[in-house]
């Protein structure tokens, strides 16, 4: 399956940064792990993914705190069914037309914590940055998307 991208977000007011040569959600088939993985944006501007686990595996059923063990950026911070899900962040694979018509359990992570910049917190971080000497830059750093697609083979390699 070749990745499927797709456009949900007006950034025409969002400041300067990478995030406007990103497109706002990416699906596709982990090559190594073969486990569908869906990265989104969420609050803030920040990618969330999410790996989509079969019926049957023993990441079905658990919440987010039975994840012991499991090393992804800022911990898994979702576990649950897709219909939980905001569809306005376009965040299940589903969402997307070309997506495969799944509702599955989703296992996820987010780039909202605090060493992540936020691109809509941008203005906000930049003026509390300048009045601490420095740039957002030094505080805070952008998880661009390759960085999230990363981290969802990362999380899918752990789920097995």
Known sequence: MEPLSWEYLDKS????????????????????????CVVARG????????????????????HR????????HGDVSYSGPCGDLDPDFGVCA???????RIH???????CGHGSDLQPLLLPLIERLAA???GRAERFQRYRTLPYARQQCHL???QLG
């Open 13 to 36: 007011s969002w400041p300067p940064g990478p995030w406007h040569q990103e497109p706002d959600g990416v699906c596709w088939l982990d090559a190594a792990t073969q486990r569908l």
């Open 43 to 62: 609050v803030g501007g920040v990618w969330n993914g999410y790996v989509i686990v079969p019926p049957m595996h023993p990441a079905v059923g658990k």
């Open 65 to 72: 705190e039975d994840f012991h063990g499991v090393r992804v």
């Open 94 to 100: 589903h969402v997307h037309p070309q997506a495969p």
């Open 104 to 110: 599955a359990w989703l296992v996820g992570f987010d």
């Open 131 to 133: 009045r601490l000497g």
């Open 155 to 157: 999380l899918a390699t």
